[in-house]
Every structure is written in C-alpha cells, then in structure tokens.
C-alpha cells in the first residue's frame, strides 16, 4: 500500500497540471477566466473530428450526451465522461474501504486527487479506443483511427486542464458543472426554438422546435397538433411539464432546515446555518447516471463484439436491435436485459414499444432503481465529500461560530447535526430521484436528469456569488454560505 501511496505521488508530479493562484484572481478577473474555459469547450463541441466517418443522423450513445456533456462527432465527443467515470470508480473504491483513505487528511486528499488525476489518463485511452473500435464513430481505417485517437485524446485532457482551472480558484464553480450547464442549455433551447422542419408525410413537414410548430399551426388552424406529438419531437404536454420540473425544482431547492448561529469573533452576530432537503444537491444523480450510462456503453460493445452468436450470459445483461445483414447494433437503446431496465424509457410512447406507457413495469423498474442508488450515493458522497455531522461540525468550530443551547465543543454540535443530517440525506436522495426518474418518464425536454442538472447548477451558481459579495466583510461567514 505505501509503495502504491509513493508510486501515485510521483506519477501526480509529471502530470500536466493547473497551478493555484498566488493570489486570489478579483471577481471579474475570475468571470473572465470562466468565460473562456466556457467558450474553449462550446469551440471544441462544434468542432468536427478530422477523420470521422460516421453518420450525425444517427446517435449511437444519444443516452450519454446530457450527462457527459458531449456532442456527437466533435472533438467533445468524450466530453466529461472520462472525468465523471474516474471520480465514480475511485469513490466507490473509497466508499467501500477497498481503498482506505481519510478524506479528513490532507495529505490523504491530494492522493486522492492524484489518483483521480491518473485515472481519468486511463479512462481517457480506454474510452477512446472503445469509441473507435467499437463502431461509436463509424467504420475506420487504421489511419483514420490513430488520427482520431490522438484528437479524442487531446481535446479530453484539455477539458481535464479547463476543469482543473476553474477548480482551482482561477474561475467560479467546477468545469464539469459548467460545461453539463452548457449542454443542457443548448438542448433546451434547441428543443424550443429550433426552425428546423421534419417529414410528417410525402406531402408535409413541420418544425421541430415547440415555439416554431406553434406558431406555424396557430396560423394554419391545427393548434390540437401541437398538443401531443411523436416522441423526440416537443408539444404542449413535453413544454409544460419541463416548466412544472423547473418551478417544483426551484421550490425543493429552497426547502432547508435552519440552525441559529451566534459569532463568537463578531459580537452580536446572529444568523442562520442551512441544511438543505436536496443536502448532496445533484451529485447523487450524476453518479448513478454515468453508472448506467457505462454498463449501457460498455454492453453494447460486448454485444457488437459476439455479434454473429451473443452467448447466453449476455442475453441477461442487454440485447440490442441489430442488423439482420450484419448483425451490429442499430440502436443505442437496449430492447431486453439489465441494461434495458437502468435505462430511462424514450418518453410516453415511441416507436419500439418501450415508451412509459407501452411498458409501464420497465417504467417502474427504472423509477425504483434510479431512486435507490440515488440514496445509496447520497450516503457515500457525504462520508466522501466532507459533509458529514463531523466535518461540518469542524467547519463551524473554524468559523468561530456557536449554536446556542450547545456546548462549543465539535462534539455536542456533531450530536446535534446528526439529528438531521443522516435522515436529509436520505429524504434528498429519494426526492432527487424522483423528480429526475418521474421526468425521465414523461420526456421532458433536455431530458429529466438534465434539467435537474441545469436548475441546481444555476442555483449554485448563484450560492456563488453570494458567497463572494458576503467574503468581502468576512470570509470565515462566507465559507458557511451554501456549505449546508
């Protein structure tokens, strides 16, 4: 173990890195450096592979775009996902003690980080190569494939390097927040607004987007047209329900417990410390996303890999629609298997039969499933993620604040966070998977999951900037602001 602990710090000082400021960057400085880690990623997002072959028509991984932040057949085509599938792998290994780490320590931390760092290299190569060969990105010659590599390969560390800046103090928030905000966004939008047409018919076509169709069948009298359309294309039923998410999101954002503090350095200060009902906000469904999301990648590929014969074991874990000539997948969608039943169903009704509607116990599976590993990564991030009663106990201590009635002792303020924190916890976990499983089901637009994603970023976000107009009059205060 120690010769594993030498071997990571090492490796973590040849890794190209970000350094800290040596002084914290002004807000707009800040602002700034944030803007072009945005505008460096929606650059790389519209950028074509030099080299891809494939079709944009069709999206193989459409069911990983929203989480990972990625656009099919640019140099985003990875996104964040080898940043998210690493973070995954080495919290549940931590999670579950494999690897004994005191996230309390902050020598422990950085290896931690350095680990995260090494793994993300080797998901980064892995992913590639799996996009490649396993048909993600069209047929390739073996030119064509080291071509593309090496641009996957680049473009995913920079995004590495962007999310390592922001996190660094140089910019606001986290580029991984940042950049699914962005993705969310351009889908919600698109799906609103888009003047795009389709083929309804030999003899007609119609826009794609909401705003659009509306208008076009005000003025040609067939408003009941819009009410409920074919899956993937937005009506009044998918547009209404996404503002009925946003606004219940927007609600359940603010519900908290508030704790009463008095200041012991500022006399007379009295305030608030809140504990949120969402306590672990999005990451539990971030997790559990990318979980699905890469036992759904990853089947298809085994499945396109024994494509003349699937042997009888992975008939259980995902079949696919396939090609009756060549027997490759045709779909990104599992029809039958595990696989099948993690992922969400393609909105009320569609095509194959596996809406919400045509197969209501896939629907209620999936509800289930997305609700209970929900909570069980809620539980993990906050012994991980330093929310616990202890580390927020400590944090309190360090603020130099008190909770009236309590003893100014970490342990009598532990005691009396742990009243609430464990049981939140569980009650944000269970709700945050709700709200997204329930979207999942009706398709809203940008999906359920994402537009969980866009509101508490923007919440964040602006948790943000609060925080820093409050660090401007102290900055023990600030760092309580939005640690609940």
Request: aromatic share 12%.
């Amino acid at each position: 173990m120690a010769s594993m602990r030498e071997f990571i710090k090492n490796v973590g000082t040849v890794l190209p890195e970000i350094p800290k400021p040596e002084k914290k960057p002004t807000l707009n400085e800040r602002f700034v450096w944030t803007g072009i880690a945005l505008i460096a990623y929606l650059v790389m997002a519209t950028t074509p592979l030099y080299g891809f072959s494939g079709t944009q028509s069709n999206d193989q991984l459409a069911f990983l775009r929203v989480v990972f932040a990625s656009t099919q057949g640019t140099l985003m085509e990875l996104g964040i996902g080898p940043i998210v599938t690493a973070g995954l792998i080495l919290q549940l290994l931590v999670g579950s003690e494999i690897i004994k780490l005191d996230m309390s320590d902050s020598a422990d931390r950085a290896i931690f980080g350095s680990a995260t760092k090494l793994l993300t290299f080797i998901v980064i190569v892995g992913e590639s190569l799996a996009y490649i060969y396993g048909g993600a990105l069209g047929v390739l010659g073996q030119t064509q494939a080291l071509v593309v590599f090496v641009q996957l390969f680049v473009a995913s560390v920079l995004v590495l390097l962007l999310d390592e800046l922001i996190q660094k103090g140089w910019g606001i928030g986290s580029g991984v927040s940042l950049f699914i905000l962005a993705g969310v966004t351009q889908t919600v939008l698109w799906y609103t607004f888009s003047p795009i047409t389709f083929a309804i018919s030999t003899t007609q076509s119609a826009y794609f987007g909401f705003i659009p169709a509306t208008i076009s069948a005000f003025f040609s009298n067939t408003l009941p047209s819009i009410v409920v359309r074919e899956f993937k294309y937005p009506s009044l039923l998918t547009f209404s329900l996404t503002l009925v998410m946003i606004l219940v999101l927007i609600y359940v954002e603010g519900i908290r417990v508030e704790l009463p503090i008095t200041s012991i350095k500022y006399r007379g200060f009295q305030g608030v410390y809140p504990i949120k009902l969402l306590y672990v906000s999005n990451i539990p469904v971030i997790l559990v996303s990318a979980l699905g999301a890469n036992v759904t990648f990853f089947t298809r590929l085994l499945y396109n890999f024994y494509s003349s014969s699937p042997p009888w074991w992975l008939q259980y874990l995902a079949v696919f629609p396939t090609n009756s000539t060549t027997g490759a997948t045709t779909s990104a969608y599992p029809i039958r298997g595990l696989a099948y039943f993690i992922t969400a169903p393609q909105g009320l009704t569609d095509s194959t039969g596996t809406g919400t509607i045509q197969d209501p116990l896939h629907a209620l599976i999936y509800l289930l499933y997305l609700v209970g590993m929900a909570v069980i990564f809620a539980r993990l991030w906050v012994e991980i993620g330093g929310l616990n009663p202890r580390a927020v106990a400590k944090n309190l201590m360090g603020a130099d604040v008190q909770v009236p009635g309590f003893r100014r002792t970490g342990l009598s303020i532990e005691q009396m966070l742990n009243r609430y924190i464990p049981t939140l916890t569980i009650i944000g976990g269970i709700l945050i998977g709700l709200i997204a499983g329930v979207s999942d089901l009706f398709g809203v637009f940008g999906t359920g999951i994402g537009i969980l994603l866009m509101v508490d970023i923007i919440l964040q976000y602006y948790q943000m900037l609060l925080k820093e107009q409050v660090e401007e009059v102290s900055p023990a205060l600030a760092g309580l602001i939005g640690a609940g």
